[in-house]
Protein backbone atom coordinates (compact mmCIF):
# COMPACT_ATOMS: atom_id res chain seq x y z
CA UNK A 1 0.00 0.00 0.00
CA UNK A 2 0.74 3.61 -0.57
CA UNK A 3 1.64 6.17 2.04
CA UNK A 4 2.06 9.99 1.96
CA UNK A 5 4.20 11.62 4.45
CA UNK A 6 4.42 15.13 5.26
CA UNK A 7 7.62 17.20 6.70
CA UNK A 8 8.46 21.04 6.84
CA UNK A 9 5.53 22.64 8.60
CA UNK A 10 5.60 25.35 11.78
CA UNK A 11 5.76 28.25 13.10
CA UNK A 12 6.71 31.13 10.50
CA UNK A 13 6.23 35.01 10.86
CA UNK A 14 4.27 37.07 7.96
CA UNK A 15 6.70 37.38 5.40
CA UNK A 16 8.69 34.36 6.00
CA UNK A 17 9.39 31.46 3.79
CA UNK A 18 8.48 27.93 4.94
CA UNK A 19 9.12 24.30 2.49
CA UNK A 20 6.91 21.52 2.91
CA UNK A 21 7.90 18.11 1.58
CA UNK A 22 5.93 14.84 1.06
CA UNK A 23 7.42 11.61 0.24
CA UNK A 24 4.84 8.85 -1.00
CA UNK A 25 6.39 5.09 -0.09
CA UNK A 26 5.67 1.94 -1.27
CA UNK A 27 6.64 -0.24 -4.80
CA UNK A 28 5.36 2.52 -6.48
CA UNK A 29 5.10 2.28 -10.37
CA UNK A 30 3.91 5.65 -11.45
CA UNK A 31 1.80 8.54 -9.85
CA UNK A 32 -0.35 10.62 -12.59
CA UNK A 33 -0.24 13.84 -10.15
CA UNK A 34 1.00 15.22 -6.76
CA UNK A 35 -0.71 18.42 -4.78
CA UNK A 36 -1.37 20.51 -1.64
CA UNK A 37 -4.55 20.88 -0.16
CA UNK A 38 -4.91 23.21 2.21
CA UNK A 39 -8.18 23.28 5.19
CA UNK A 40 -8.19 26.49 7.50
CA UNK A 41 -10.50 26.16 10.75
CA UNK A 42 -14.20 26.52 9.47
CA UNK A 43 -13.40 26.47 6.19
CA UNK A 44 -13.50 23.81 3.20
CA UNK A 45 -9.91 22.28 2.06
CA UNK A 46 -8.94 23.97 -1.18
CA UNK A 47 -6.76 23.14 -3.64
CA UNK A 48 -3.15 25.19 -3.10
CA UNK A 49 -1.22 23.45 -5.99
CA UNK A 50 -0.76 20.67 -8.29
CA UNK A 51 1.76 19.13 -10.45
CA UNK A 52 1.86 16.20 -12.68
CA UNK A 53 3.97 14.01 -14.01
CA UNK A 54 5.41 15.47 -16.85
CA UNK A 55 5.63 18.73 -14.66
CA UNK A 56 2.22 20.96 -15.42
CA UNK A 57 1.20 22.82 -12.38
CA UNK A 58 -2.21 24.50 -11.33
CA UNK A 59 -2.41 27.48 -8.49
CA UNK A 60 -4.87 28.63 -6.21
CA UNK A 61 -5.12 32.31 -7.47
CA UNK A 62 -4.19 33.64 -3.62
CA UNK A 63 -0.81 32.09 -3.73
CA UNK A 64 0.24 32.36 -7.65
CA UNK A 65 3.58 34.31 -7.44
CA UNK A 66 4.23 33.47 -3.88
CA UNK A 67 4.44 29.84 -3.61
CA UNK A 68 6.05 27.07 -5.78
CA UNK A 69 4.76 23.41 -6.45
CA UNK A 70 7.68 20.78 -8.33
CA UNK A 71 8.40 16.92 -7.53
CA UNK A 72 10.94 14.60 -7.31
CA UNK A 73 9.91 11.76 -9.93
CA UNK A 74 12.54 9.33 -8.76
CA UNK A 75 11.73 10.21 -5.12
CA UNK A 76 8.00 10.04 -5.54
CA UNK A 77 8.61 13.12 -3.36
CA UNK A 78 6.22 16.85 -3.99
CA UNK A 79 7.63 19.89 -2.81
CA UNK A 80 5.94 23.03 -1.90
CA UNK A 81 8.22 26.22 -1.57
CA UNK A 82 5.63 28.50 0.21
CA UNK A 83 7.46 32.53 0.35
CA UNK A 84 6.19 35.84 1.58
CA UNK A 85 3.64 34.21 3.72
CA UNK A 86 0.25 35.61 5.24
CA UNK A 87 -1.32 34.87 8.10
CA UNK A 88 -3.95 33.89 5.90
CA UNK A 89 -1.97 31.34 4.64
CA UNK A 90 -2.49 29.47 8.12
CA UNK A 91 -4.43 25.93 7.63
CA UNK A 92 -3.28 22.39 7.92
CA UNK A 93 -1.76 21.07 4.74
CA UNK A 94 -2.68 18.25 3.21
CA UNK A 95 -0.54 16.51 0.45
CA UNK A 96 -2.41 14.48 -1.75
CA UNK A 97 -1.55 11.67 -5.02
CA UNK A 98 -4.14 10.89 -7.53
CA UNK A 99 -4.29 7.48 -9.66
CA UNK A 100 -0.97 5.80 -8.13
CA UNK A 101 -0.52 2.43 -9.68
CA UNK A 102 1.90 0.27 -7.16
CA UNK A 103 3.03 -2.94 -6.33
CA UNK A 104 1.65 -5.18 -3.20
CA UNK A 105 1.67 -8.53 -2.56
CA UNK A 106 3.07 -9.53 -6.30
CA UNK A 107 0.10 -7.56 -7.44
CA UNK A 108 0.25 -4.58 -9.73
CA UNK A 109 -2.69 -2.22 -8.02
CA UNK A 110 -3.92 0.87 -8.07
CA UNK A 111 -5.34 3.89 -5.93
CA UNK A 112 -7.84 6.82 -7.53
CA UNK A 113 -6.18 9.17 -4.71
CA UNK A 114 -4.53 8.88 -1.67
CA UNK A 115 -4.06 11.91 1.76
CA UNK A 116 -0.88 12.38 3.67
CA UNK A 117 -1.89 12.92 7.40
CA UNK A 118 -1.67 16.92 6.95
CA UNK A 119 1.05 19.10 8.57
CA UNK A 120 0.53 22.64 10.28
CA UNK A 121 1.45 25.93 8.97
CA UNK A 122 0.62 28.87 10.92
CA UNK A 123 1.76 32.20 9.89
CA UNK A 124 1.85 34.74 12.80
CA UNK A 125 3.83 37.59 14.77
Known amino acids: QVQLVESGGGLVQPGGSLRLSCAAS????????MGWYRQAPGKQRELVASITSDGRTDYADSVKDRFSISRDNGKNTVYLQMNSLKPEDTAVYYC???????????????????WGQGTQVTVSS
Open 96 to 114: NADRIMYWYSAVLRSDSRS
Open 26 to 33: GTIVSIAA
